[in-house]
């Protein structure tokens, strides 16, 4: 989708909302998609950035603004809270070394292609939830229309803004977002807990230690709120040197998650976090899960104490924060390589799961929380890969039961198709190929992107490009297809992606090699994105960096964090 004074464009499914066939998830896309674009009529056209280094000004606030209307006009959804999974994706990508400053030079059309990026989009629209949280709604909303009458029809940058918020606020937000706006990397917002108080300091976090090894200290004023455990009133103060909190340890840092950075507990505080973790809001229990996971995974901590706080996670939490842990599942689970380690950690999250799954059930019911028939779907796609017997059962049951529930019907395809064989895969194709409404035609090559048997999946890179599904879905169903398998994906897709004729834009094609090579643990693939790099101009190969990073992580990943997991999985 893309926004024009007065004229917006959308892709089909971003806009097309078909009650017989499309899901819950399907509808609140299309109302941020929409809310997305139609925020840039203020922010970016309206008022427009002077410079590309100030991008963040039109796709960080028309993020922000896609999650903030939804709030105000669907509080049902809870969209604020689900917006946590887009700060992390700005945090995950601040945490590598092809990270950026949000505001950074500018020079060539290719680095201002480059710069429609994670840190633009998600750690722009994070930086602007702390400072709407720190100065409260009305200030906020004061101090934007300030800047929107003062600027209309004219070109800005960061400043302008923030001065009349600062204005409208009396906090020193101009010395708050230059921090975070002007500086690369996550805050590393490090706790220790005394007899009778708290005390926090800063570094920085990075999804490989190593690669920060020799960087300078950093430091960032950040607002950020410390509550006891047991519950009470939370105490914030604005952090740059070391600081100490009034507050009786056991200690939440982040209360409600509103400040950008991770937060690393004093080592053993798991076991506390863990008994807490049901009394806590969604929000905490949510950033609790982020924080524990990343700092687990780059070593920083046990990796096992993720699975150790998803396990205190009780079944009827808010089913935002359970599909955050189905999706950690489902990242543990693919860095396991085969075998009976694998086998071994499947067979454990499906019994952690079985009190959710007997409480949801597979079908979907009248008049339930929109959010529940989401997370429903996600739990019966993630039982369905790891194997659960029943969910495939019920799902090649309910896939062409005619009386069935069309949401069933679409998460029975899922299933469906991730476990076909030759035969069912062939048949589904057929009938993909046969449908002529265009989004269940969507739905249905979706579903064979999810396919598990690597050899379907090479043969499902064949047919993404060709002439068979919808146009201009061949980039998501490659991205699908590699989070399962990502280097048979590779494999298939690197000589076209390298091909200067082929018709899809080029920068996109660069972004589906760099989001492929990102997902493998292969040490052969760092040579062969290296050799891809070649073909890049110079100026737009710093994505690619970061892809030989992550390839690297996930190295570590498999060598340090896997076998710390299975001991815990053993244990249970």
Do not use: C
């Amino acid at each position: 989708s893309m926004e024009n004074w007065g004229a917006i464009f959308y892709s089909q499914h971003h806009l097309l909302f078909d009650p017989n066939a499309s899901t819950e998830s399907d509808r609140q896309l299309v109302f941020m998609v929409v809310a997305h674009e139609m925020a840039h009529q203020w922010f970016g056209d309206l008022v427009t950035m002077a410079w590309w280094d100030n991008l963040w000004l039109n796709e960080g606030f028309a993020r922000w603004m896609q999650t903030y209307s939804a709030d105000d006009l669907h509080p049902e959804w809870k969209t604020g809270l689900r917006a946590l999974a887009i700060f992390e994706g700005g945090k995950q990508a601040d945490a590598i070394p092809s990270t950026h400053p949000v505001i950074q030079t500018i020079l060539t059309a290719d680095q201002a292609s480059q710069a429609f990026d994670q840190i633009t989009y998600d750690k722009g629209a994070a930086v602007i939830t702390m400072i709407n949280a720190t100065v409260g709604r009305e200030a906020f909303e004061k101090g934007v229309q300030a800047y929107m009458r003062a600027h209309a029809y004219g070109n800005t940058e960061d400043s302008d803004l923030w001065r009349e918020i600062q204005k409208a606020a009396g906090k020193p937000i101009l010395d708050i977002e230059h921090d975070v706006t002007r500086q690369e990397g996550v805050p590393l917002i490090k706790a220790q807990f005394g007899k009778d108080a708290v005390t926090l300091s800063e570094g920085r976090f990075a999804a490989d230690p190593a690669t920060i090894a020799n960087a300078k200290p950093q430091s960032w004023l950040l607002p950020i709120a410390v509550a006891p455990l047991s519950g009470g009133k939370a105490e914030t103060q604005l952090l740059k040197a070391p600081t100490r909190f009034a507050v009786m340890p056991p200690a939440l840092v982040n209360a409600g998650q509103k400040t950008y950075g991770r937060v690393l507990y004093p080592a053993g505080s798991v076991a506390a976090l863990s008994a807490a973790l049901p009394k806590l809001a969604p929000a905490d229990q949510y950033g609790l899960l982020n924080d524990t996971a990343a700092l687990g995974f780059a070593g920083y901590q046990p990796a096992s104490d993720m699975l150790a706080l998803m396990a205190s996670l009780p079944e009827n939490a808010d089913a935002i924060v359970w599909q955050r842990a189905l999706t950690l599942l489902g990242e543990i689970d693919g860095h396991y390589a085969d075998g009976a380690p694998r086998t071994a950690l499947r067979a454990t999250a499906l019994k952690l799961l079985h009190p959710l799954s007997a409480r949801l059930g597979f079908a979907a019911k009248s008049g339930e929380d929109g959010n529940v028939q989401i997370l429903r779907m996600a739990l019966v796609r993630l039982q369905g890969r790891f194997g659960d017997p029943a969910t495939i059962a019920w799902a090649k049951k309910t896939m062409d039961d005619a009386a069935a529930n069309p949401v069933d019907k679409r998460a029975a395809l899922d299933v469906a198709a991730a476990s076909a064989d030759a035969k069912a895969f062939d048949a589904l194709l057929t009938k993909a190929r046969a449908e002529k409404d265009p989004l269940a035609k969507q739905h249905m090559f979706d579903a064979l992107a999810g396919v598990q048997d690597p050899a379907l999946a090479g043969r499902m890179v064949e047919i993404a490009f060709s002439s068979d599904p919808p146009a201009g879905t061949t980039p998501s169903l490659l991205e699908q297809l590699g989070d399962n398998h990502p280097d048979i994906v590779w494999d298939g897709a690197v000589a076209r992606l390298k091909d200067p004729k082929n018709a899809m834009e080029q920068t996109l094609r660069w972004e589906i090699a760099v989001g492929l090579a990102s997902r493998s643990a292969l040490p052969a693939r760092i040579a062969a994105v290296e050799e891809f790099e070649k073909s890049v101009p110079e100026t737009a190969r710093r994505p690619f960096l970061g892809a030989i990073a992550a390839i690297k992580q996930n190295q570590h990943i498999r060598d340090k964090a896997v076998p710390e997991i299975s001991a815990w999985v053993a244990g249970r």
